[in-house]
């Protein structure tokens, strides 16, 4: 019964390697890491919508631009009299009511309009050029976010994948162990404990096979969804976490960082300055504004049968300045200074600790980062001894002064080694894609 069911799960095993082995041969697209950051950064929703952003804020400046442009408007009116005013006067000594106005009336022209001193709209004019500079400081933001999140699900592939291929590994040296044993033990060397021990590692060791089968697919499917391609298409990553070894080498001193490129700070500082600008607004309420306006009109007015004669339209033109001092407000301008005052004090307090957060965070990637690089140093040295140690374990069992337990052992041991050594390369990869978006200097962001 135990070796119908060894043979039932050999096929399964089989099954879903041949499965995957057709999945990979049938890949339609196989990505490099700045493949996936190209398609991600052209096709990705969230990047569109903020690159649409920068141009519905650059159309809003244009459209306060235009107040410093003359406004020329044409208009007309006309009225139709349906009961004339009535009006009562007096001549000597008797009241006389007589009818005023004609039956039509017609305005129409041109009038036209321009400051030429208003310093509250010049200032503002400054705040509409930096909610333009803001959006784009927030597009730049949404590619940093997408960057780090394609980044991170591209290391989680090879992770997957290196996972798959220890799991696999020891799938394969449990089928060739439990070869050798059931050789020796149809020639009676070997007891059948030892036969049984053997099928049992080879059972063991297909659970992990089929897990790790099944998070390099949905890994892989994690990818595509940032990536925006369809799911049902095959994929697949090129490379290996071994590749970024040599990124491991590179030391990083806190004293050495900045945050002079972190978009968080970048738009707090343009926060800070259009509150700065909102106090000069408020202030500026209070200086005189002079503009000029003039107009060239026509007016008519006539009864019905002088109302289309030439004679009944009359040209009326004029041309002026216009001065406005402000003098009372109900104190409405001094509130609203006081209150844009209070907005930059928050918005200062919360730059502080934003910063403050934001250094934590440094101190704690880099400590992540030299940790790793300390367990993947010892993790690459016991692999080497671990793989001698199972080369021995395999050979003194051959040769009958060892024991399948310390094969067993072994080859355990290997395998925890293996996937230390993966986790700690992709600990510090992930560590460092996160300290790059702290710092704000995205090597592909600018390519």
Known sequence: ???????????????????????????????????????????????????????????????????????????????????????????????????????????????????????????????????????VEKARSSRLDMIEEVTKAYYSVLLAKESLAVYKSVYDNAVENNKNVKKKYDVGSVSEYDLITSNVSVQNAIPNVISAENSVTLTLWQLKALLGIDLNRNIDVEGSLMDYESMMAKAYELSQLDLENNSTMRQLDIQEEQLAKAIKITKMANVPTLSVNAAYLYTALGNDGKFFKKEAWNPYSYAGLQLNIPIFAGNAKRAATRQARLNLSNLQLQRENTERQLRVAMIQCINNMQTSVKQFSSSAATVDQAQRGYEIAVKRYEIGSGTLVEVDNSQLGLTQAELSRNQAIYNFLTSKVALDKILGDYEYEYK
């Open 1 to 135: 019964m135990n070796m119908r069911r060894l043979v039932l799960l050999l096929g399964a095993a089989a099954a879903v390697f041949s499965l995957s082995a057709q999945e990979q041969g049938d890949a339609a697209l196989t990505l490099s890491l700045e493949k996936a950051l190209e398609i991600a950064l052209s096709e990705n929703p969230t990047i569109k919508v903020a690159d649409q952003e920068i141009e519905i804020k650059r159309y809003a400046k244009q459209g306060t631009y235009a107040s410093l442009y003359p406004q020329i408007d044409a208009s007309a009116s006309y009225q139709r009299v349906i009961e004339k005013q009535t009006m009562s006067m007096d001549f000597g000594g008797q009241t006389q009511t007589i009818k005023v106005g004609s039956d039509n009336s017609f305005n129409g022209g041109i009038t036209a309009a321009m400051p030429i001193i208003n310093a509250q709209l010049w200032t503002s004019l400054k705040v509409s050029a930096l909610d333009v500079e803001l959006s």
